[in-house]
């Protein structure tokens, strides 16, 4: 058995744990079996910052304190945490003043400071789908509540042209790891991105808008109608980006969007 074969089997037999069954037992030992395995073949490091650590699939001591976690109490719609618990179901004044195109947003972990940005970095240039997993799984918990009453996972689509250049779309690994976490059917192929948009860097939150404006359109034949679809990216900031796909997917007929992330930028709060 090669060591790449064994490194598959052993990881499907870990996750077999998560399922409730009589067998899950004689699983269980299997599983542990496989992971010392894995362990003496690749011994655990951090995820962020690549440490040894106890665990696979986990952040160190330094980083797990780092990481800004996002809890409630946050605002329903946009998820940005609050500094004061108010009460359930709240709405933040950027919330009621600006209203989103998509329903509710969930986020694991604030971007801007702490280990998230460096996940999502490593995400997208560098370890790909051994983080996918991990972060999807944090994602699945983050998202919990919106997940709970959605039909579908659509990951943000990227532009042909810019997958061909970087052959992965981290969005679509975060959605499909979630997907499997959350048992939600994963549909990559309904939400198309029919415009190339130049970079949101350094562009103002209307520049932004305008910049995603058509950038999305729902695939032909997509079964959308009526259905409550939860929307995938790894990083939310103006959520330009996360509206305009919002927009398609409504125009086709979905009942509700609702958007889960990574890490998302939290301004003023
Ligand atoms: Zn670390």
Request: hydrophobic share 45%.
């Amino acid at each position: 058995m090669t060591v790449n074969s064994c490194f598959t089997r052993v990881m499907s037999l870990s996750e077999v744990r998560a399922e409730a069954s009589p067998r899950v037992g004689i699983r269980e030992r299997f599983a542990s079996r496989g992971r010392a395995a894995l362990d003496a073949l690749y011994p655990p490091i951090c995820l962020a910052c690549r440490a040894a650590t106890g665990a696979h699939g986990g952040l160190c001591p330094a980083c797990w304190r780092a990481m800004r976690f996002i809890e409630r109490p946050f605002c329903d719609r946009l998820g940005t945490p609050f500094e004061q618990d108010l009460g359930e179901g709240l709405l933040s004044p950027q919330a009621i003043a600006d209203p989103p195109v998509f329903r509710r947003a969930r986020a694991v972990a604030r971007f801007e400071d702490g280990p998230a940005r460096r996940l999502v970095h490593r995400l997208k240039y560098s370890d790909r789908g051994d983080l996918a997993r991990p972060l999807g799984a944090w994602m699945a918990r983050a998202g919990a509540d919106v997940l709970a009453d959605s039909d579908a996972v659509v990951p943000v689509p990227l532009h042909p042209l810019r997958l061909w250049k970087r052959r992965f779309n981290q969005a679509a690994a975060l959605a499909q790891a979630m997907a499997a976490e959350s048992g939600k059917p994963y549909e990559p192929r309904w939400l198309l991105r029919v415009k190339s948009t130049r970079s949101q860097v350094g562009l103002s939150r209307e520049q932004r808008a305008s910049n995603m404006q058509g950038a999305f359109r729902a695939a032909p034949g997509a079964p959308l109608r009526g259905l409550r679809i939860v929307l995938v990216d790894d990083v939310l900031t103006s959520g330009a980006t996360a509206n305009a796909a919002a927009r398609a997917l409504l125009r086709a007929g979905a009942a509700d969007v609702d958007v889960v992330v990574f890490a998302r930028v939290v301004t003023g709060a």
